[in-house]
């Protein structure tokens, strides 16, 4: 069965520091791809980065960057110097196909950053 | 190019009573798929709609149905609600010829309170 599981529920951290959210999924597909959502307190879910499982390379976004390791079935998220903005809860998720396109999500870091 | 919108943003309803949430996707994008997110939980995938038809549904009763339209905008309905649909339901809208890298973008969300 397809799985998604974020084992920190809350971080809470000082403005500047480095933070990173854990991600470890679990599927039996050879082809998958991963996402990762953050959601302000507005509720709206905001898509942020996806990755295949054929593309290990790291990848860095300006303060965010994600390290996906097919070996350990992680897809962990790192902000380095955080702001009070990167307040919100982080998700996680795997996509499958059973019929639909279904997301499976883990079930959210909640971050806070405080000033 | 306009984004996901949903309406209602908030409703508050009764238990046994039937509610419609409404759903239009974003430019060029001809499927659309719809999550419940408890409070402190991941979303979980309700059902999709391609083409006017379900293609494929997560583990709700038949009491939560759908329906897209012409214009790929949907709906969803709830009939006979319970306390426990109190929840912020979220509409995602997609291409479903991408098949598995293909982005799911969300909506504000409509947040549904049962009493």
């Known amino acids: 069965a397809q799985k998604v599981t974020q084992a920190q529920t809350e971080i809470s951290v000082v403005e500047k520091e480095d933070v990173t959210l854990d991600c470890v999924y679990e599927t039996r597909d050879t082809t998958y791809y991963l996402f990762w959502y953050k959601q302000p307190p507005s509720g709206e879910l905001v898509f942020l980065i996806r990755r295949n499982s054929f593309d290990e390379q790291n990848e860095i976004s300006g303060r965010y960057s994600w390290n996906f390791q097919k070996s350990t079935s992680s897809f962990n998220f790192t902000i380095t110097a955080s702001q009070v903005v990167d307040s919100a809860v982080y998700f996680c998720?795997?996509?499958?196909?059973?019929?639909?396109?279904?997301?499976?999500f883990g079930q959210g870091t909640r971050l806070t950053i405080n000033p | 190019e306009t984004g996901v919108t949903q309406s209602p943003t908030h409703l508050i309803k009764t238990r046994g009573q039937q509610v419609t949430l409404r759903c239009s996707s974003q430019s060029g994008h001809n499927t659309v798929s719809w999550y419940q997110q408890a409070l402190g939980q991941g979303p979980q995938f309700i059902f999709q709609y391609y083409r006017e038809e379900e293609n494929g549904r997560g583990n709700f009763p038949p009491r939560f149905s759908g329906l897209q339209f012409p214009n790929y905008s949907s709906e969803l309905n709830v009939n006979a609600l319970e306390l426990d649909d109190s929840a912020l339901y979220l509409c995602?809208?997609?291409?479903?010829?991408?098949?598995?890298?293909?982005?799911?973008?969300f909506g504000p969300g409509t947040r549904l309170l049962v009493l």
């Open positions: 998720a795997l996509v499958i196909i059973q019929g639909a396109q279904k997301l499976v």
């Open positions: 995602a809208s997609s291409d479903l010829a991408g098949g598995l890298k293909e982005t799911q973008y």
